[in-house]
């Protein structure tokens, strides 16, 4: 047997399109604000994925990229600034930022309801609460992914793996509002495989490429796989990329998330959906109706 291979872009495409059609019905343009400090490689590939994607459905960009060496202050100063300027409809930070700047203390800073990356205290406590909140992008582009493929999470006993403020605890949160059993486990769980062997949905955000082995995998498991680990360079030069499953899981599950080209394409495709579910809600003056609201739990 070999698993389904789950693939982002056209999952990604689909909610583009989506997010293409909603922002035509807006009086103004949806405006993305990205901050970016330094110059790490990779946080500038993904601005300028962010970028075109934005400018590819519509929407307006404008990224605002600072010097490594940027204070804190000026930093919450740009934020304060942006936060106030009415034609701001989304706004994130790119990170990691450099030591140094305290990131919490950053992404504190960012309006609510302008915070298209859902990292917001309050942002997050909406989510857990069952309030409508703009929802963090990988864990909600997990979900469109599996809605795009038709497959279940009502039901299904789910395993994730990594506790991250970014990905796994707010994917807890949106699996048990669409009605699964969720486990969160970690790399510290005692016998993992024992875990995650039961899993029927497997998600795995950890940053270690192959921790989970096919042995650990559950025959015809829906896998997800939410890492990006660079191991080297391929013979071009470009860097290889693993993800934190074993390909030879494919032979076990059911269906899998390939790495590149998994979940990495829901992440800014939700990205955008945010910006203009943000814009939605600040161009109508009034709650956010349709954001991701989550039932009691
Ligand atoms: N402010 C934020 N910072 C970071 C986030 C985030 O959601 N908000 N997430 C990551 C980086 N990230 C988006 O910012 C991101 C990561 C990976 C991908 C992606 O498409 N990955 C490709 C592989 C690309 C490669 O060659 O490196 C894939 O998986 O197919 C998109 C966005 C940390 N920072």
New binding site residues.
């Given amino acids: 047997m070999s698993a389904a291979v789950l693939a982002?872009p056209p999952a990604a495409q689909a909610l583009l399109d989506q997010a293409r059609a909603r922002a035509a019905q807006l009086p103004r343009r949806p405006e993305l604000h990205v901050i970016r400090l330094g110059d790490d490689p990779?946080?500038l590939?993904?601005?300028s994925?962010?970028e075109k994607k934005a400018l590819e459905v519509g929407l307006g960009s404008t990224v605002h990229a600072l010097p490594e060496t940027t204070s804190e202050a000026e930093l919450l100063g740009l934020i304060e600034r942006l936060n106030a300027d009415p034609a701001v409809s989304g706004l994130?930070?790119?990170?990691?930022l450099p030591e140094g700047i305290d990131s919490g203390r950053v992404l504190d800073a960012v309006s609510p309801d302008k915070d298209v990356?859902g990292?917001h205290p309050v942002n997050v406590g909406r989510l857990w609460s069952g309030a409508p909140a703009l929802p963090?992008?990988?864990p909600a582009g997990v979900v469109a992914l599996l809605d795009h493929y038709g497959l279940p999470i009502a039901g299904q006993r789910a395993v994730i793996v990594g506790r991250s403020n970014?990905v796994g605890k707010p994917l807890a949160a949106l699996l048990l509002a669409r009605d699964a059993t969720v486990t969160l486990a970690h790399s510290r769980t005692p016998d993992l495989s024992d875990l995650t062997r039961q899993a029927e949905l497997l998600v795995v955000a950890v940053g270690q490429a192959h921790l989970i082995t096919a042995e650990m995998v559950r025959p015809g498991a829906t896998v997800i796989d939410v890492g990006?680990n660079?191991v080297g360079l391929s013979k071009s030069g470009k860097?290889r990329?693993a993800g934190d499953v074993h390909p030879d899981a494919a032979e076990v599950a059911a269906a899998l998330t390939?790495?590149?080209?998994?979940?990495?394409?829901m992440?800014?495709a939700q990205?955008i959906m945010n910006t203009v579910l943000a814009a939605e809600r600040l161009q109508a003056g009034e709650g956010p109706q349709e954001l991701v609201a989550v039932p009691p739990l």
């Fill in positions: 982002g990779a946080s590939s993904y601005v994925l962010k994130l930070v790119q990170l990691p990356d990292f963090p992008c990988t970014i990006v660079r860097a990329l390939p790495v590149p080209g998994g979940v990495g394409p992440t800014v990205l």
